[in-house]
């Protein structure tokens, strides 16, 4: 009876011990963090605690972009060698940037734009080695992308036209006098300008900017035709140089029937952009060539064919 209770008591002290190695050994307390930021694209922050004891190392990622960097700096703005000289942290991308300044377990998160038109979300990974946790990060949008700068490499353009059936109509007079019919040929007619971003992280971006215009026969730049363009994408404008209240007039004889058809002609331009982006609140710029095709009426047909 001594020899059961004895084994009974050693495996109860031996449980004790390997219960307390468990404790002291290979579990430690999660740090207690914040989960979730929500900041505003035009400029916020928000402040919390950061436990840095065992901290290994932080990283970053987002739903949206794939053209993102992570530079951490020291105290005194150079690259930092190691996690543990670490003030400030910048993530972003030409479309976004957020800023965390560190200082000791304080850390401050700020939000410096987002020129996306959705929420970013972010996230921020925090490898303390036997653990990892998640800070997610949302910013709403803010001030969109800004273009400072739009011109286009006009000797280069390669120049061209077509032609377009606008309209085909079949119209009866039935009264015994001339009756006149009158059209707008440019009225429903939009110039168009076609802007391929030379990196997609671009596309999407919306601004006013010159667009060249076609007169006398070529195509000039002039700061005053502009379209509101969307990179990446096709845009419709009125040019300067296209009176959309023109008027065109077929008259239809006396009890006859015609047929009137409506053509008009396009001047072409394929041309390369210059066009400079920066990103709101910051100093950074980037300058990119992008391929545009232009579109701009430049004339018309009035055919009537009479019925026999």
Not at 41 to 52: I, N, R, V, W
Not at 59 to 85: I, K, M, R, V
């Amino acid at each position: 009876m001594f020899k059961v209770k004895g084994y009974f008591f050693a495996i109860f002290a031996i449980a004790l011990f390997l219960q307390g190695c468990n404790d002291d050994i290979f579990v430690e307390p999660a740090p207690d963090l914040v989960d979730n930021i929500k900041l505003s694209g035009y400029g916020d922050a928000a402040e919390f605690k950061l436990p840095t004891n065992g901290l290994k190392k932080v990283s970053f990622g987002n739903e949206t972009d794939y053209y993102t960097s992570t530079d951490y700096y020291d105290a005194n703005g150079e690259p930092a060698n190691s996690l543990a000289n670490v003030k400030k942290i910048v993530y972003g991308s030409p479309r976004f940037r957020i800023e965390v300044d560190i200082d000791g377990e304080d850390v401050r998160v700020r939000s410096i734009a987002n020129t996306y038109d959705a929420n970013l979300i972010m996230w921020a990974v925090l490898d303390y080695g036997y653990m990892t946790r998640t800070v997610d990060i949302v910013i709403t949008p803010g001030a969109p992308m800004e273009i400072t700068e739009c011109s286009y490499f006009m000797d280069y353009g390669v120049r061209g036209s077509k032609k377009n059936l606008l309209l085909r109509q079949r119209v009866t007079n039935n009264s015994d006098r001339t009756q006149r019919a009158v059209y707008y040929p440019y009225k429903d007619v939009c110039s168009r300008i076609d802007v391929v971003a030379e990196d997609r992280v671009f596309d999407g971006v919306r601004a006013t900017v010159p667009v060249p215009l076609y007169t006398g026969g070529e195509w000039h730049e002039n700061a005053d035709n502009t379209a509101d363009i969307v990179v990446g994408g096709t845009s419709y404008f009125y040019s300067a140089g296209v009176d959309i209240n023109e008027e065109a007039y077929v008259d239809v004889p006396a009890n006859t029937t015609v047929t009137i058809e409506l053509t008009v002609e396009w001047a072409t331009f394929e041309v390369e952009s210059w066009i400079e982006f920066r990103l709101p609140n910051t100093d950074s710029e980037w300058i990119m060539v992008n391929p545009c095709k232009i579109f701009q009426p430049a004339g018309y047909e009035l055919d009537v064919i009479c019925e026999e």
